[in-house]
């Protein structure tokens, strides 16, 4: 169970009061912080901010009513485990992507890159990462930056250090969703204070009077094409010179690729069909069933009487496929700014493996046989999710690791090893060429032949000279892409030319839903069978590549990130695995 909320532990940045349905934020248990330049005080009634856009307000509203409480009956599974969104949000990615240092360290490179374009790039960036402070209107308050409101104690910062928040996701509309006006965070809130809800006939005068919201029911907070609004991400295409031109880039397409798989369905209705929500937000119980919970209590610690079981229930862990930064935040989460406790991003850390070794691919071993003194065999990937594997950001990948052990249990071949730093190295450990900042580019390969060969499956940009770029805002398309497509794409289907594969047109059994690669393993003379042969597939948040890039440009938050990152597990998450014992029989 997740670390339970007192009335001391509560909010420990921020206290929310509802005053005459004006929410007034101020800082709690430290005394007056500094202010931003020309910010004005904290405890300022937050009412400019309710008019000069739809509204929005601080999570810490929120968990007056939706965060745990042992004196309360609901917001538990059927075990009594916790499950209140609040306590499950506040240690995912989406609460804490403001926070994001490698968000942060990423975003600094662009800038140091075009630094004429700083303006440009932040709130470019911050549209994703900081939508509620981007939808009030962002203010340098005499800083020469934006990203100062991640560090700010003002009305505006504690907004925009609150992520993806409560009153984004839920106060959306459902009017242009799934078009192609509503991606790249194009949603639009709700005039009218309402939060969309997925239960019929909410209980409206607790939260009226509380936080000066109106819960209403809205079928649409379930619909993939919520997601795909921030999840689809177009941006623009800067030139050498740091210039703006006309072009534009999908850099991120999750929502555009489930379009062409055998999970869409964008009535929700069709056999096997399963939403972002679906997968990401699970809703059942340990034992496989619906969780069936009251979803809110009184502020007091008490269930609303007249409120009922909702069933069913999704929890709000979110989880993705962020391992490494949810490592960082769980170990240094005070030097980041969060207030979730370790035990918070542990289980988001446990749900998100979950997820990713038991939901996301399988592995199998086909035709292994020993001739000509190679071991041979057919390995089928198979991508088990409704997007690409990987999916989102280009700072990902997967790749398959090999190794055969003779019947000695000496290991006889082997590749895509990696060492401690997460590179991929050959024979003798070194790291592969391609592991390095300005190192080749490895092609697409359907045959694995050594450690120099390796299989990968990632994204890698190309600029408008059609060269590899590492930098979002240079990138024009992809010089490569060839993560697993997923189940059911076909070219003929749905966005088949927006999210078509690059760089495979050699291969034949690279199709919708997964690729087939021959491992072609020489054995040394003296080696007897039988043979061992385990397979995996492996998946890094951040590729070494990627990395090594980052850190060849000196900013502050590049060096915080990079000490963050030295001292972080670097071990792969194993996506799937597959053994097989191989004779040494023809």
Same mark, same amino acid.
Not at 97 to 110: F, G, Y
Not at 355 to 383: D, F, H, K, M
Not at 387 to 393: N, Y
């Given at each position: 169970m997740l670390a339970t909320l007192s009335p001391s532990r509560t909010l420990p940045l921020v206290l929310a009061t509802a005053l005459s349905g004006a929410i007034v934020l101020q800082v709690a248990g430290r005394g007056a912080p500094p202010a931003c330049p020309s910010s004005g005080a904290v405890d300022v009634p937050a009412e400019s901010i309710a008019l000069a856009a739809p509204g929005v307000a601080h999570s810490s509203v929120c968990a007056q009513c939706h965060s745990y409480a042992p004196t309360a009956s609901g917001l538990q599974d059927a075990e009594g485990n916790n499950v209140a969104p609040y306590d499950l949000w506040r240690g995912t990615m989406m609460a804490n992507? /403001?926070?994001?240092?490698?968000?942060?360290?990423?975003?600094?490179?662009?800038v140091a890159a075009m630094p004429h374009q700083r303006d440009v790039i932040e709130a470019e960036c911050l549209n994703c990462h900081s939508p509620m402070a981007s939808r009030v209107g962002l203010d340098k308050h005499g800083e020469e930056s934006f990203t100062h409101l991640l560090e700010c104690d003002s009305e505006l910062g504690q907004i925009a250090q609150d992520g993806v928040s409560c009153t984004i996701c839920h106060g959306i509309e459902p009017g242009n969703l799934g078009s192609e006006e509503s991606f790249s965070a194009g949603f639009e809130l709700n005039p009218d204070r309402r939060l969309y809800g997925p239960f019929e006939n909410p209980l409206e005068p607790p939260m009226r009077a509380r936080a000066g919201f109106t819960p209403t029911h809205g079928s649409h907070i379930r619909d993939s094409a919520l997601c795909g609004s921030c999840h689809t991400l177009i941006t623009p295409v800067f030139d050498a010179k740091g210039e703006e031109t006309e072009h534009r880039f999908l850099e991120q397409a999750p929502y555009l690729e489930w379009r062409n798989s055998i999970f869409q369905d964008e009535d929700g209705e069709g056999e096997g069909s399963l939403s972002c929500q679906d997968c990401h937000m699970g809703r059942t119980n340990p034992d496989g069933s619906f969780i069936s919970t009251r979803i809110a209590r009184n502020p007091a610690g008490r269930d609303f009487p007249p409120t009922r079981p909702r069933s069913p229930f999704a929890k709000h862990d979110i989880v993705g496929g962020n391992t490494l930064v949810l490592g960082m935040f769980r170990d240094h989460g005070e030097e980041l700014g969060t207030s979730a406790p370790r035990e918070a991003f542990e289980a988001? #850390? /446990? &749900?998100?493996?979950?997820? %990713?070794?038991?939901?996301? /691919?399988?592995?199998?071993?086909? !035709?292994?046989?020993?001739? !000509?003194?190679? #071991?041979?065999?057919?390995?089928?990937?198979? !991508?088990?999710?409704?997007?690409?594997?990987?999916? &989102?950001?280009?700072?990902?990948? &997967?790749? %398959?690791?090999?190794?055969?052990?003779? &019947? /000695?249990?000496?290991?006889?071949?082997? =590749?895509?090893?990696?060492?401690?730093?997460?590179?991929?190295?050959?024979?003798?450990?070194?790291?592969?060429? =391609?592991? #390095?900042?300005g190192g080749p580019i490895e092609p697409h390969r359907n045959r694995i032949r050594s450690a120099r060969t390796p299989v990968l499956y990632q994204a890698i940009m190309a600029d408008l000279d059609g060269q590899p770029t590492h930098l979002l805002l240079r990138g024009a398309g992809f010089l490569k892409d060839t993560r697993l497509l997923p189940l059911g794409w076909s070219p003929e289907g749905p966005e088949a030319t927006r999210t078509a594969p690059v760089g495979t047109t050699h291969d034949a059994n690279f199709v919708g839903g997964g690729d087939r690669v021959e491992l072609r393993a020489p054995l040394p003379e003296d080696a007897q069978g039988p043979y061992q042969v385990e397979v995996r597939l492996l998946f890094q948040t951040l590729s070494a590549r990627w990395a090594a890039e980052t850190f060849t440009v000196e900013t502050p938050e590049v060096a915080r990130f990079r000490r963050l990152y030295e001292a972080a597990d670097l071990r792969p998450e194993v996506l799937a695995s597959a053994a097989v014992e191989v004779s040494s029989q023809k």
């Open positions: 992507s /403001a926070r994001d240092p490698l968000w942060q360290a990423v975003m600094s490179v662009e988001t #850390l /446990a &749900a998100t493996r979950a997820l %990713l070794r038991t939901e996301s /691919a399988e592995l199998r071993l086909l !035709n292994p046989r020993v001739e !000509n003194g190679q #071991l041979a065999l057919e390995i089928e990937a198979i !991508n088990g999710t409704g997007h690409k594997l990987p999916t &989102a950001h280009p700072t990902r990948r &997967a790749w %398959l690791h090999v190794r055969v052990t003779d &019947a /000695a249990g000496r290991l006889v071949f082997e =590749s895509g090893q990696v060492d401690e730093q997460g590179r991929i190295v050959d024979a003798q450990g070194q790291p592969l060429a =391609s592991e #390095l900042a």
